[in-house]
Antibody, heavy 117, light 107 residues
Framework: QLVESGGGLVQPGRSLRLSCAAS????????MTWVRQAPGKGLEWVSL???????YYADSVQGRFTISRDSSKNTLFLQMNSLRPEDTAMYYC?????????????WGQGTLVTVSS | EIVMTQSPATLSVSPGERVTLSCRAR??????LAWYQQKPGHAPRLLLY???TRATGIPARFSGSGSGTEFTLTISSLQSEDFAVYYC?????????FGGGTKVEIK
């Protein structure tokens, strides 16, 4: 099970950190990802972290967002800096099936981020 | 970036009908394609991966076919719980990309 938190209303240019608490498996040896969905729009992949330190990002967030995890808390994070109105979306964390199997077999319920002045 | 195009955008169907959804990749993705179902207010759910392999717990009425650039998701007999939006996703190359979705609505 995955439970996201940390969303809310934030002004453009500010930062926010999303959390995704996992249960029933360890995030430290699991590939994990963030996917977002703007209101009324489709799905957009944001970032993915391997079981080591390798990370990938969508061009739209490269240099502004950072994915990480805390093994002691069994939690995945997404640090979002320099937020823009176009970052407004529901953010989902998901479990990735595995190496070279970058599809998402378990999802959280999402946390809503609204970037507005 | 591999652009994924789904068609049609919306499909109006009656329960019990057979449904075919299309997903096209701009370049060859072999069979590295997943399908998801999303109902309003809910997170997506993995339906198929590898183009044609059902995920755990997915009913047999859902099937997938295709390879390379052309893929199809078929629902053999649409049930009431199948009215939703369906997305395809390629996972052969970075960035991972989704299609724009096909909404299956009640006729």
């Amino acid at each position: 099970q995955l439970v996201e938190s940390g969303g809310g209303l934030v002004q453009p240019g500010r930062s926010l950190r999303l959390s995704c608490a996992a249960s029933e498996f360890s995030v430290s040896n699991t590939y994990m990802t963030w996917v977002r969905q703007a209101p009324g729009k489709g799905l957009e992949w944001v970032s993915l972290i391997f079981d080591g330190a390798t990370t990938y990002y969508a061009d739209s967030v490269q240099g502004r967002f950072t994915i990480s995890r805390d093994s002691s808390k069994n939690t995945l994070f997404l640090q979002m800096n320099s937020l823009r109105p176009e970052d407004t979306a529901m953010y989902y964390c998901a479990k990735v099936t595995g190496p070279k199997r970058y599809y998402f077999d378990s999802w959280g319920q999402g946390t809503l981020v609204t970037v507005s002045s | 970036e591999i652009v994924m195009t789904q068609s049609p955008a919306t499909l109006s169907v009656s329960p019990g009908e057979r449904v075919t959804l299309s997903c096209r990749a701009r370049e060859n993705i072999n069979n590295k394609l997943a399908w998801y179902q999303q109902k309003p207010g809910h997170a997506p759910r993995l339906l198929l991966y590898g183009g044609n392999t059902r995920a755990t717990g997915i009913p047999a009425r859902f099937s997938g076919s295709g390879s390379g650039t052309e893929f199809t998701l078929t629902i053999s007999s649409l049930q009431s719980e199948d009215f939703a939006v369906y997305y395809c996703q390629q996972y052969i190359n970075w960035p991972l990309t989704f299609g724009g979705g096909t909404k299956v609505e009640i006729k």
